[in-house]
């Protein structure tokens, strides 16, 4: 199995550089192959623009998917697109590594979305969801929070982590992955600012990386999340017949 990991933040010694080396060393000990896409390291750029494209379909109004869509036809797809591109189809399981910022993924991690999952090259209006171009390949998130798990649960002051996530996931999802639950290390503090005692701070990071290094080693058992697909809709709408139909 090869694994692209792509690792959102700047922190060269943060608990999600930890996780990242770990996940490696962990697969790569299973005899797996490993390949990071550092994003900030990369220098990736995350804000879709005209200027990403001097070959323009319309120099008149920029249109994104539009200028993707002409760009991959051409064979002229920017740079770092292209990188990104090439590392997700090598990779049989993506795990996208990330702090949660805002309710969210990084920006940076969410330009990697609107940048890399290119119109016209990737998807298509006809080639998503369970007929994407990903299928029969797996992804999934790797996720730190700040605050503990409690707070995360469905009454919890920071929100369900399952809603936060569900667009992430989706979009994930939209791209034809079977997408594996995500694996959340909770109550996360950079450079242990939250931990009265550095052996507490240790403590946690052991424990996390335990954890993580676990389910990675059985991460061959692990089933996707059920999504509905093509077959299970009716003009968009789930089906009315469908046993996962909310009655009103």
Not at 6 to 13: D, L, N, Q, S, W
Not at 189 to 206: C, S
């Amino acid at each position: 199995m090869h694994t692209l990991i792509v690792h959102a933040h700047p922190g060269t010694r943060s608990f999600n550089a930890t996780l990242t080396a770990t996940a490696r060393q962990t697969l790569e000990a299973g005899g797996h192959t490993v390949e990071i896409s550092d994003l900030y390291a990369d220098g990736f750029d995350p804000v879709e623009g005209p200027h990403h494209y001097p070959d323009r379909a319309d120099e008149h109004r920029f249109a994104p998917l539009t200028e993707q869509r002409h760009a991959s036809e051409l064979g002229q797809l920017p740079g770092d697109v292209a990188r990104e591109i090439d590392r997700l189809e090598r990779a049989d399981l993506v795990i996208l590594q990330f702090p949660l910022w805002w309710h969210a993924q990084p920006a940076i991690l969410k330009g990697w979305f609107d940048r890399v999952f290119v119109y016209g090259g990737l998807y298509t209006g006809s080639r998503r969801y369970d007929a994407g171009h990903f299928r029969g390949r797996r992804a999934m998130l790797s996720v730190t929070t700040g605050g503990p798990r409690r707070s995360f649960l469905p009454y919890g002051r920071g929100g369900p982590i399952e809603r936060l996530l569900w667009p992430i996931n989706y979009s994930l999802y939209y791209m034809g992955f079977d997408v594996l639950a995500p694996h959340l290390a909770y109550g996360v503090q950079g450079a242990g600012i939250a931990y009265r005692e550095a052996q507490d701070f240790e403590r946690h990071l052991a424990h996390v990386r335990h954890a993580w290094a676990e389910r990675l080693r059985h991460i061959d058992d692990d089933r996707p999340i059920p999504f509905t697909g093509w077959d299970d809709w009716d003009d968009g709408v789930l089906a009315a017949n469908h046993p996962q139909r909310w009655a009103s």
